[in-house]
């Protein structure tokens, strides 16, 4: 018998009214209203439905449903026990969290030793009041770190501590459940007050997923885009030198959970710093995913060809706005359209935003993001192509059984 979690928003079945408006709203399938119709009740009873091997967990949905059903968590859930009958095709070992190697190992350890002592240094597990956890994707990107814009925050983290994010997309809620149990270890043992979070992804993570998992955090938490802004307002962060050029954001897929305020901080900080801002086709509630979505279904099981095709459309619409620059708020998104701008060269230029405000600010930012994208392409080609159509399948680590190094 499949075991249900008690998920932030449970699909709620008496709410649905069947009418399809989530599928056919959509922005990845745009599937005609009867159809959407047909899908949304295929999916209620359980049964083969092209909304489970297309969807890529933005959570959408949720949010174009006018019942307020919560049809992303159904979709999740069918995900979950599609997982629990039968292990993951070993293509996807590479990307899941705590599996070794995976591609964020293969690019740090090809990391500057200067880099990877940076990462070494974020292991200190000393008590502090108030730090600074920078999330998976920020470890392998720690020069966007080195800015004045965070200077003064204790950075405190490490892969071991992963929020689990990747795996609430798949539906994989057992780890999830172990997520939570090692980040609230960990943060009790700092001792942590106050937890500043450089990723929205982590953030929505600890904010409104974890709890629900059995993660307990006795702190208070704040995004790091909420962050920037308080020091901005307060006079704390001045852009002397204006950059004067037009950009287009790249929305994470969490953005949207919290709303247009949230999304609209990353545009006021760039309009401050001198950009001038074109949107895309997609964008804010109905963005598409960077691309690593196309990885989370069971079907697609990471399939490197889906998300590479993924992540060029948004690189192609990018492009189509004029827009000099592509800019993006989770360092997931910059390592995901800059690996797929590898066989896009036509797109324009991706930054972090906090690469912007560090130029805006007088200073000169390390450019090693395509360096990383580089990296993770390579490692991509080495470790998942070769298995791209194996039929072997692998079950997923238990993280209580990792050592945190």
């Known amino acids: 018998m499949i075991e249900y979690f008690e998920t932030p928003k449970p699909f709620n079945a008496s709410r649905c009214k069947e009418c399809g408006t989530c599928l056919s709203s959509c922005p990845v399938m745009k599937l005609p209203i009867d159809d959407a119709k047909r899908e949304i009740v295929r999916l209620k009873q359980g049964e083969e439905a092209i909304a489970l091997k297309n969807c890529t967990s933005c959570l959408a949905c949720d949010l174009y449903c006018p019942e307020g059903a919560n049809p992303a968590e159904l979709i999740l859930q069918r995900w979950r026990e599609i997982n629990l009958r039968r292990p993951l095709p070993i293509r996807a070992k590479y990307f899941l969290p705590h599996a070794r190697p995976n591609f964020r190992t293969y690019a ?26 920078p999330g998976c994707n920020m470890i392998v990107t720690p020069h966007l770190t080195r800015t004045k814009a965070l200077r003064g925050l204790e950075i405190r983290g490490s892969l071991e501590v992963c929020c689990g994010e990747m795996y609430w997309r798949m539906g994989l809620f057992d780890h999830l459940r172990q997520a939570a149990k090692r980040t609230t270890d960990f943060f009790r043992k700092l001792q942590a007050e106050k937890v500043v979070i450089l990723c929205t992804a982590g953030y929505f993570m600890f904010k409104e997923v974890l709890p629900h998992f059995g993660g307990q955090y006795n702190f208070s938490i704040e995004s790091y885009l909420e962050y920037l802004r308080r020091r901005t307002e307060k006079g704390e962060l001045k852009f002397p030198g ?11 897929c969490y953005g949207k959970q919290f709303g247009d305020d949230y999304m609209n901080i990353p545009r006021q900080i760039l309009s401050q710093a001198g950009c001038s801002i074109v949107e895309m086709e997609n964008s804010k509630a109905d963005m598409l995913c960077c691309g690593i979505g196309a990885g989370f279904s069971p079907s697609s099981a990471y399939n490197p060809i889906r998300m590479m095709l993924s992540a060029m459309k948004i690189l192609k619409q990018a492009r189509s706005t004029g827009a000099q620059a592509i800019v993006t708020y989770c360092s997931g998104c910059l390592q995901m359209l800059s690996t797929a701008s590898i066989l896009y060269p036509l797109s324009p230029p991706i930054y ?48 209580d059984q990792l050592e945190i190094q």
């Open 242 to 252: 204006k950059l004067e050029i037009k950009v287009t954001i790249q929305d994470s």
């Open 108 to 133: 740090i350890e090809r990391m500057s030793k200067d880099e990877r002592s940076l990462i070494e240094s974020w292991k200190n597990m000393s008590p502090a009041n108030e730090v600074c956890y």
């Open 352 to 399: 972090h935003i906090l690469e912007i405000i560090e130029k805006a600010m007088g200073g000169e930012p390390e450019d090693f993001s395509k360096t990383v994208a580089m990296q993770v392409f390579k490692g991509v080609a080495r470790n998942q192509f070769p298995v791209l159509l194996s039929r072997r399948r692998f079950s997923p680590p238990h993280i």
